[in-house]
C-alpha cells in the first residue's frame, strides 16, 4: 500500500518545484528537496516511493520545466491520477517513466493521507472510499512506459515505438 | 472566477478522402507526408530545435544517456543564455559555461548568449522559424513561432534531447480552436488585452492538447502576433497559429468547412483593458473592475511585452513625467535589437528620465530568477504572461498582469487605472488624474530619491539633438 497524496485543479509546476529552487539555481541533486515546499510545507520529508498523487483538471499546468517530474521521480512517485493533464507535463511524466492516469473519480473518491494501491494491471486505484476507474493509455505510451521511459526505450529499440 | 465559454460540438467524423483540414492538420499532414487527421498520432520531423540555459543540463544529460553525442544537424538547432541572464549566482554563472562548452564542441552556430535576447523574440524576430514546419523549443512559450505560421510547441528537456538526437519528435494531431477577432481596437487598448480577453473566455485548460487558430489577426505587426501565439500557452494549448501572415507560403491556410472543437470571437471594438488577477492567468477582468489596487513594482518585458512598441507605449504615458516614487519600475527590451531600436528613437530615455531600471535584454524577471524579484506582500503589475504563485520570487507576492499602457499607468500613479483617460487627458487634467489616484495609495514603501531629477532636461537635450522629438504610440 502506498499514500495518497490529493491535490485540487490547476496544480502547476511552480508548485511542484517553484521555479527559484530549479536545478539549475540550486544545483542537480538538491532540487527535489522542494518538492511542493509552498504548497505542501513537509511533502519531502513525509512523502515514500511508491507513494501516488491525486489530482483534478488540468494537472502539472504551467511551465515545461522537467525538473517538476524529475522531483517526483527522485522521491519515487508511483503514479499520478487526475482528471485531466496538462500536455507538457504528461509528456514528461511518460517520457521519465512515471504512469500518468486520467480518472474521473479519483479526486473525489481517494482523501489525502488515504493508504491506496495503484493496480495498473485491473485499470484501478482501490482506496478505502472504492475503487477509481483508470482511463487507459494510448499503447505508444504504454510501451515507453514500460521500457522506464523514452530514453531507456530509444536505447533499447533506436526509435519511438510505431504509431499506426 | 474564471469564464469558461460552453464548447460547441467537438465531434468530428472522419469518412473515407480528405476532409477540410484546419492549419495544424494541414501542417502535420504535410510534414508526416500522410493524411494526418485530429487524434491520430504521428512521427514528424523538426525544422529546428530551440534550447536555453535554464534546461541545458538535463538536454545534454539526456543526449548522454541516449547514447547521442552529436545532435543530428548543428545547422537546425538554436541555442539561449536568456532565463537567467547575465548569471545571478555562481551556480547558474558555472552551468551556463557548461552550456557554452557543448555549443562549442557541438559546432552549433546558432547561439545567442546572455543580453542578446528572449529566445522567441530572437527566433522570430531574425527568421529562425519557417512557416508550415514543426519547431520545438524547451520553453513553454514556444508556441510564439505560430506568429509566422509555424507549428511551434514547447516541451521537457528529455523530449528536447530526443527531438537533438533523432530530428524528429512524435505529436497527437490536436483539436483545434478558431479565435476570429474583429473590429479594431480604441485608443489604449492592445492586443495584450485582446488576448487576455480570449484566456478569460477559454480558461487555463480549456485548449489543452489543442492549437489555437487566429484569425482576423494576420495583418497584425509581428510583434502582436508574438503576443497572441505565446500566450496561447495559458491556455493548455499545443500551439497558437495565426492564419494568413506575411510570412506564410500559399498553401498555408485552413480549409474553408474545417472542424473546430470551439469558436471565440472577440469584437475588439469595444474591448476594455484586461487585467489578470493573482493568482490565476484566466481570472480575468475588466480594468474598471480593479482600479485603485496599490502596485509596489512594475515590470514592463518578456517574450510577450518587451518589444519597441510596448515600449514606446509606456513611454507615451511617462515622457517627461517621473513614476510614483514609492513605486520600482523596471523594464527589460525582448531582444537587443528592439532594446536599440528604442534607445535609438529616445524611448528608453524617456523611461529611464521617468525613473525606469532598464535592464538587458533577456527574460528579466518575469520568472523570478533574476532581475527585481518580488519580496513578500509585494504587489506587481506585471506586462507578462504568468502570475502563479511565487512566479516571480517570494510565494507571498501577487501578481497583476496587463498591458504596457496600463503597466505605465500603474507605475505613475502607483495604483493599477484605466489607462485611456491619461492618453486623452490635456496635461492639467492628467496631473490631477495623477495625484488623485496617488493620495488613495497611502502608507506603503518609501519614496524614493531620483539620482538627478533631469527628466525634463533629458527631454530637451533629446529633442535638440534631432532624437525623439515625438513619440508616436
Redesign the interface.
Known amino acids: 500500500m502506498s499514500r495518497a497524496w490529493v491535490f485540487g485543479d490547476d496544480l502547476d509546476t511552480d508548485q511542484i518545484v517553484p521555479g527559484r529552487y530549479a536545478p539549475f539555481m540550486v544545483g542537480q541533486d538538491k532540487f527535489h528537496i522542494y518538492a511542493f515546499c509552498d504548497a505542501r510545507p513537509g511533502f519531502a520529508k513525509e512523502v515514500r516511493p511508491g507513494d501516488v498523487l491525486v489530482g483534478g483538471e488540468n494537472f502539472g499546468c504551467g511551465s515545461s520545466r522537467e525538473y517538476a517530474v524529475a522531483a517526483l521521480a527522485k522521491h519515487g512517485i508511483g503514479g499520478i491520477v487526475a482528471k485531466s493533464f496538462a500536455r507538457i507535463f504528461f509528456r514528461n511524466c511518460i517520457n521519465l517513466g512515471i504512469p500518468v492516469l486520467e480518472s474521473e473519480d479519483a479526486v473525489t473518491v481517494v482523501r489525502d493521507g488515504d493508504a491506496v494501491m495503484l493496480d495498473l494491471a485491473a485499470g484501478l486505484l482501490r482506496a478505502p472510499g472504492g475503487d477509481a476507474r483508470l482511463r487507459p493509455l494510448a499503447p505508444f505510451a504504454q510501451e515507453i512506459l514500460a521500457a522506464g521511459g523514452v530514453v531507456a526505450y530509444l536505447r533499447e529499440h533506436g526509435d519511438f515505438p510505431s504509431v499506426e | 472566477m474564471p469564464v469558461h465559454s460552453r464548447w460547441t460540438s467537438s465531434i468530428r467524423s472522419f469518412g473515407s478522402g480528405s476532409l477540410p483540414k484546419t492549419l495544424a492538420e494541414k501542417i502535420l499532414s504535410r510534414v508526416a507526408a500522410r493524411d494526418a487527421k485530429v487524434g491520430?498520432?504521428?512521427?514528424v520531423p523538426v525544422s529546428r530545435v530551440m534550447v536555453h540555459?535554464?534546461?541545458v543540463?538535463?538536454v545534454i544529460a539526456?543526449l548522454r544517456?541516449?547514447?547521442k553525442e552529436r545532435v543530428w544537424d548543428t545547422t537546425k538547432v538554436a541555442v539561449f543564455v536568456d532565463?537567467?541572464a547575465p548569471a545571478p549566482?555562481p551556480?547558474?554563472a558555472d552551468?551556463h559555461r557548461v552550456l557554452r562548452e557543448w555549443v562549442r564542441t557541438q559546432g552549433i552556430a546558432t547561439f545567442y548568449d546572455a543580453g542578446e535576447g528572449v529566445c522567441h523574440q530572437i527566433m522570430v524576430e531574425e527568421g529562425y522559424c519557417e512557416p508550415g514546419t514543426v519547431i520545438v523549443g524547451?520553453?513553454?512559450h514556444?508556441n510564439s513561432y505560430g506568429a509566422v505560421g509555424a507549428f511551434g510547441a514547447?516541451?521537457?528537456?528529455?523530449?528536447i534531447?530526443?527531438a537533438l538526437?533523432?530530428g524528429?519528435t512524435?505529436l497527437r494531431v490536436p483539436e483545434s480552436i478558431k479565435v476570429t477577432f474583429t473590429g479594431r481596437p480604441r485608443k489604449g487598448v492592445t492586443m495584450k488585452d485582446a488576448i487576455m480577453r480570449v484566456v478569460r473566455e477559454i480558461g487555463?485548460?480549456g485548449a489543452?492538447?489543442a492549437c489555437v487558430e487566429f484569425h482576423g489577426a494576420g495583418s497584425l505587426p509581428q510583434g502582436d502576433r508574438i503576443t497572441l501565439a505565446g500566450m496561447t500557452t495559458e491556455m493548455?494549448a499545443?500551439a497558437g497559429i495565426v492564419v494568413a501572415t506575411p510570412e506564410a507560403p500559399d498553401w498555408l491556410f485552413p480549409d474553408h468547412g474545417a472542424a473546430y472543437a470551439n469558436e471565440v470571437t472577440v469584437d475588439l471594438s469595444t474591448l476594455e483593458p484586461q487585467i489578470a488577477v493573482p493568482p490565476?492567468v484566466d481570472q480575468v477582468v475588466d480594468v474598471s473592475e480593479a482600479v485603485g489596487q496599490p502596485v509596489d513594482v512594475v515590470f514592463l518585458g518578456s517574450c510577450t511585452n518587451g518589444r519597441l512598441v510596448d515600449m514606446r507605449q509606456a513611454a507615451a504615458v511617462l515622457r517627461g513625467r517621473r513614476i510614483s516614487p514609492e513605486v520600482r519600475l523596471e523594464v527589460v527590451p525582448s531582444s537587443r535589437r528592439q532594446f536599440e531600436d528604442a534607445m535609438a528613437d529616445g524611448t528608453l530615455l524617456s523611461l529611464s528620465a521617468a525613473g525606469a531600471v532598464i535592464g538587458s535584454s533577456g527574460c528579466g524577471p518575469c520568472?523570478?530568477?533574476t532581475g527585481g524579484?518580488l519580496a513578500g506582500q509585494e504587489v506587481c503589475l506585471s506586462t507578462a504572461n504568468?502570475n502563479?504563485?511565487?512566479?516571480m520570487?517570494s510565494?507571498d507576492a501577487s501578481i497583476f498582469i496587463g498591458s504596457p499602457y496600463v503597466a505605465a499607468v500603474a507605475a505613475l500613479t502607483g495604483v493599477i487605472d484605466d489607462p485611456r483617460p491619461y492618453l486623452e487627458a490635456t496635461d492639467a487634467e492628467f496631473d490631477d488624474l495623477v495625484a488623485r489616484r496617488r493620495a488613495e495609495r497611502a502608507g506603503r514603501g518609501a519614496a524614493s530619491v531620483r539620482s538627478g531629477d533631469r527628466a525634463r532636461e533629458l527631454m530637451v537635450a533629446a529633442a535638440r539633438s534631432g532624437v525623439a522629438a515625438e513619440i508616436d504610440d
Open positions: 491520430d498520432l504521428v512521427i540555459d535554464s534546461v543540463d538535463a539526456g544517456d541516449l547514447g532565463h537567467a549566482t551556480v547558474v552551468s524547451s520553453d513553454s514556444s514547447g516541451m521537457g528537456a528529455t523530449d534531447a530526443v538526437a533523432l524528429r512524435w487555463t485548460d489543452r492538447y493548455g499545443k490565476r520568472l523570478g530568477r524579484v504568468r502563479y504563485r511565487g512566479r520570487g510565494a
